[in-house]
């Protein structure tokens, strides 16, 4: 049975199980979370967890393994990483060697988040191990979700089941600090339409990418006014135009042309006033399709549960980018966002995680979870 001290061999063990997604170029042919999925199935059940495996997309399961009390059910409390990773092309280090290097682990999902997901994993199975699990009262939950570098549809396939807890805690890096506050994200695909012609006859057809260009100055305008939108904690909110593509080949007049918008917000200036800015600055002949729109999260330091998290950790921050935590505060579910890990070595070409640092949030995590236990007999 692994001990606490034991996460930077189950680490290594999750980094050697491929789990990238299979948007775009995963850069390998191993994609999905089955397998991880399947593996950590078999770890938290030995340890007397409740386990079911949900279909949150044919090929993208989520896993929820339940440490159910001794009594009744008087709180719900769930440590939720995301099983998937983003891809592996380019990667200037074997992608699933889960080398141990001057005190660095090193892997795809090390830090973004198989770390944390280790972290979680680790103190939970030597609190089973020790007779610490199951508590009194309090129902421990380890999610490992689906999806979350896809649109976080796992968090979202499982929130529509009607799933409710008291304070979900989302693993991603954080540097050990409990994030109350990060932005929301709202991606739009623009498109435009156009009719096709030989490139030597432009003027028989109609040129999408054109189209496209009269919107761009509109978005860059809207940028600008988007960064004075202030949040007192998160600054401003922010619109980046993150892809461009149109036309098939240089001889041919485009039909198509299609735009990816990321926008970032925050709770003092919604997804939904961001869109309808967009809609008020471009003109009819540009359609937007909504890929995303997730709610920023913006969670009370002061709630107890979150409190006691606090005073473990490393203090709190806050975060421009979003996580599935957003995706349950949107149900009504407290969430918080914790990690060992710095996000800066999220999605890098050598990501790694230090092994001093992974430690140190599971040694948090352990902290919280006994605490936690100990005031059951409050409850």
């Given at each position: 049975m692994l001990k606490n001290d034991q996460s930077t061999e189950l680490l290594q063990n999750l980094i050697a199980i491929p789990s990238v997604s299979p948007e775009g170029d995963a850069g390998t042919?191993?994609?999905?979370?089955?397998?991880?999925?399947?593996?950590?199935?078999?770890?938290?059940?030995?340890?007397?967890?409740?386990?079911?495996?949900?279909?949150a997309r044919p090929g993208r399961p989520n896993l929820i393994a339940s440490f159910k009390p001794r009594g009744n059910v008087l709180r719900r409390i769930v440590l939720a990483p995301h099983f998937d990773t983003v891809s592996v092309a380019g990667m200037t280090i074997p992608p699933f060697g889960g080398q141990l290097r001057d005190g660095h682990i090193y892997g795809r999902g090390a830090c973004d988040t198989k770390g944390p997901a280790a972290a979680a994993l680790s103190v939970l199975m030597a609190l089973a191990d020790e007779g610490s699990l199951p508590a009194q009262h309090t129902e421990w939950i380890f999610l490992g979700l689906a999806g979350e570098e896809d649109g976080s549809f796992g968090a979202q396939a499982l929130c529509e089941t009607g799933f409710s807890a008291d304070l979900v805690v989302a693993l991603e890096p954080t540097d050990n600090r409990v994030v109350c506050a990060h932005k929301g994200a709202l991606w739009l695909k623009l498109k435009t339409h156009g009719r096709a012609a030989h490139g030597s006859a432009p003027q028989q057809g109609d040129n999408a990418v054109y189209k496209m260009a009269r919107a761009l100055p509109a978005l860059e305008i809207l940028a600008r006014e988007f960064s004075e939108k202030i949040h007192p904690v998160l600054g401003g909110a922010s619109l980046n135009v993150g892809r461009l593509t149109g036309g098939s080949r240089i001889n041919t007049v485009p039909d198509y042309c299609e735009a990816l918008v990321d926008i970032r917000t925050h709770s003092g200036f919604s997804g939904n006033d961001a869109l309808a800015a967009v809609r008020r600055a471009l003109p009819s002949e540009v359609q937007i399709e909504i890929l995303r729109n997730a709610c920023p999260l913006d969670t009370d330091p002061a709630t107890p549960l979150v409190n006691a998290l606090l005073e473990r950790s490393e203090g709190q921050a806050s975060a421009g980018w979003f996580s599935d935590a957003s995706v349950f505060a949107e149900y009504g579910i407290p969430a918080v966002v914790f990690g060992p890990g710095s996000i800066r070595q999220a999605h890098t070409a050598d990501e790694w995680i230090s092994a001093e640092e992974l430690g140190k949030g599971a040694g948090i995590l352990r902290q919280f979870i006994l605490q936690v236990n100990a005031q059951d007999k409050r409850l």
């Open positions: 042919d191993q994609t999905g979370e089955e397998r991880i999925v399947e593996h950590v199935e078999r770890l938290l059940s030995r340890c007397g967890a409740q386990t079911q495996v949900q279909e």
